[in-house]
């Protein structure tokens, strides 16, 4: 694999240590890493490690300067961080993290993250909310309080989920999109109605 070189210094992989207890709590320690890369949490925030390690891997990542890496490394980055010119309502936001290398990502009070979670650049989660593993919440998505997760559901970029609802597994919410407080999207639906614009 291709050395990365990083132009102002990404995470180590030895900084990870002590990000969380034993309960897979995120430690005050945690707290401070991942606010060095603009990741906020608040109290009582429970994230599975392989999404913390995906979190890193997307920073260091985009703070490579434009040299050949590997492809791989590559196609990863461009997944989370490719917006098309013509989106410019994305590219004005985008913009701002861009200038400030923040990843723009809140995490409320007692929400529980699991395992190879992809969590956009621009992401806010509420308060008291379960997102399964393997969900994929797209950039500048906005996750509000208690809400539910299922397994492998997909929340597309720019899209809202109001408190109290429920995205079961492998259903995907399509962009720009709002679900309305305290819906139900079953299993393996593609969800696209009431766009934002």
């Known amino acids: 694999m291709a050395k990365i070189h990083h132009i102002f210094g990404g995470i180590a992989e030895h900084e990870l240590d002590g ?3 034993e309960s897979g709590f ?11 890369i603009g990741v906020e949490t608040e109290k009582k925030v429970s994230i599975g490690k392989t999404t913390i390690k995906n979190l890193f891997v997307l920073y260091n990542g985009w703070k490579t300067p434009k040299i050949p890496i590997d492809p791989e490394t590559e196609l990863i980055v461009g997944n989370f961080l490719k917006i098309p010119e013509d989106d410019t309502y994305l590219l004005k936001k985008w913009e701002i993290l861009e200038q400030s290398f923040n990843m723009g990502i809140k995490i409320g009070e007692g929400t529980r993250i699991g395992e190879d979670v992809g969590l956009g650049l621009g992401v806010s989660v509420g308060r008291y909310c379960e997102v399964s593993d ?7 998505s906005t ?3 208690r809400v539910y ?3 492998s559901a997909h929340i597309g970029k720019d899209s809202d989920v109001k408190s109290g609802s429920r995205v079961m597994a492998r259903a995907v919410v399509a962009e720009r999109t709002i679900v ?3 819906s139900l999207i079953a299993e393996g639906i593609v969800f696209k109605d009431n766009k934002k614009y």
Do not use: P
Request: aromatic fraction near 4%; charged fraction near 30%.
């Open 19 to 21: 990000i969380l207890d």
């Open 149 to 151: 997760l299922g397994k």
């Open 26 to 36: 995120v430690t005050t320690q945690g707290q401070k890493l991942l606010r060095k």
């Open 143 to 145: 996750i509000h309080d």
């Open 180 to 182: 309305k407080e305290n």
């Open 134 to 140: 393997l969900c994929e919440l797209c950039i500048f």
